[in-house]
């Protein structure tokens, strides 16, 4: 995979502001912030999608992922905050190298918006994707 912004700003080729690093994951804030305390994560592996991630990065990603955000929460005073994965430049993917970004969200609506198009599950084409998706496991 061609190098990244990302992988440069693990390497410490690019600044950044680092909040966290350990073997196999970064964090770092981010430079546009959607408001302030926008923190990402990165994985030291250098895949573009999360779905391509090893189960190691994943893992490790998870298992520091929850303690950013209560640093996150408690260095700005948030209680709420969005955590978003984007996947594809149609899914809003910027840089192609797994990230996840931590949005506190604040009351003067600072962080991040959504638009939540929510359509209605049809049971019986629920039952069926739902076994389509398992069997893909
Ligand atoms: P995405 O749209 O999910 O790919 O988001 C990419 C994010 O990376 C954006 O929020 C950018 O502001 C952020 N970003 C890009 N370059 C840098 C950089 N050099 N340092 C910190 N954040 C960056």
């Known amino acids: 995979m061609p190098d ?34 926008h923190t990402l994560v ?17 893992a490790a990603i998870g298992r520091v992922l929850p303690r950013l955000c209560r640093a996150v929460l408690k260095a700005t005073g948030a209680t709420n905050y969005n955590v978003l994965q984007n996947n594809g430049a149609l899914a809003h993917q910027a840089v192609m190298h797994v990230h996840f970004h931590i949005i506190p969200r604040f009351e003067d609506g600072s962080g ?12 019986a084409a629920g039952k069926t994707l739902a076994e389509m998706i398992a069997s893909s496991l």
């Open 4 to 37: 990244t912004i990302f992988s440069k700003i693990i390497r410490g080729e690019i600044p950044s502001h680092k909040v966290y690093e350990d073997a196999h994951v970064f964090a770092f804030l981010d430079i546009g912030p959607l408001s302030r305390g």
């Open 42 to 58: 990165i994985p030291k592996q250098a895949v573009a999608r999360l779905d391509e991630l090893s189960d190691e990065s994943a």
């Open 112 to 123: 991040l918006g959504i638009k939540w198009g929510a359509g209605k599950l049809d049971p």
